[in-house]
T-cell receptor
Framework: DSGVTQTPKHLITATGQRVTLRCSPR?????VYWYQQSLDQGLQFLIQ???????AKGNILERFSAQQFPDLHSELNLSSLELGDSALYFC?????????????FGPGTRLTVL | KNEVEQSPQNLTAQEGEFITINCSYS?????LHWLQQHPGGGIVSLFM???GKKKHGRLIATINIQEKHSSLHITASHPRDSAVYIC????????????FGKGTRLSVIA
């Protein structure tokens, strides 16, 4: 158990809908990362937060947004969903968000868009 | 061409064999990470390397900064080592701090 929790574990929804994925980091970790893993693309970095502020942004679609709240939990919002958004979404946390930090991964949320 | 390339893509080994997985990267990095993804999907960080070599149990990871190459070795492999091993490069600069290889799927047969 990494100490990172993600909810829900599974989500099935329809095209055009909006969903929110939630992540609680390990106790004491200030940085949260979001990743998408699809069968054909592998793991891809979406966005990183540190202590409530956006630190880095990767290949995140405009239909996706995220935030980190004062209690350090984070939410990833996916809107106008398309079939291609079906993937595993992982959240990870690390103490300070630096390149040499170990990242601790949550169990993932499996999103299926029908 | 991907910025991080792993080889082989798939690997089947007999229990007890010595295994090597390779990772080459084309970007300047501040660190390289090796991750293990279990068949159930969970991801565990195995190593963070910025230079040299690290060892944890039967796992050894090395990095050659000049050659932009890292290897993950598993000694005395066991069926429980069956997983996907992913290399991730933490770039010096650019918007995407972590760039991932596509992974190496390892199956160890008893």
């Amino acid at each position: 158990d990494s100490g990172v929790t993600q909810t829900p574990k599974h989500l099935i929804t329809a095209t055009g809908q909006r969903v929110t994925l939630r992540c609680s980091p390990r106790s004491g970790d200030l940085s949260v990362y979001w990743y998408q893993q699809s069968l054909d693309q592998g793991l891809q970095f979406l966005i990183q937060y540190y202590n409530g502020e956006e630190r880095a942004k990767g290949n995140i679609l405009e239909r996706f947004s995220a935030q980190q709240f004062p209690d350090l939990h984070s939410e990833l919002n996916l809107s106008s969903l398309e079939l291609g958004d079906s993937a595993l979404y992982f959240c990870a946390s690390s103490p300070l968000g630096g390149p040499t930090d170990t990242q601790y991964f949550g169990p993932g949320t499996r999103l299926t868009v029908l | 061409k991907n910025e991080v390339e792993q080889s082989p893509q798939n690997l089947t080994a007999q229990e007890g064999e010595f295994i090597t997985i390779n990772c080459s990267y084309s970007v300047g990095i501040s660190a390289l990470h090796w991750l293990q993804q279990h068949p159930g999907g969970g991801i565990v960080s195995l190593f963070m390397l910025s230079s040299g070599k690290k060892k944890h149990g039967r796992l050894i990871a090395t990095i050659n900064i000049q050659e932009k190459h890292s290897s993950l070795h598993i000694t005395a492999s066991h069926p429980r080592d069956s997983a996907v091993y992913i290399c991730a490069a933490h770039r010096y600069s650019g918007n995407t701090p972590l760039v991932f290889g596509k992974g190496t799927r390892l199956s160890v047969i008893a």
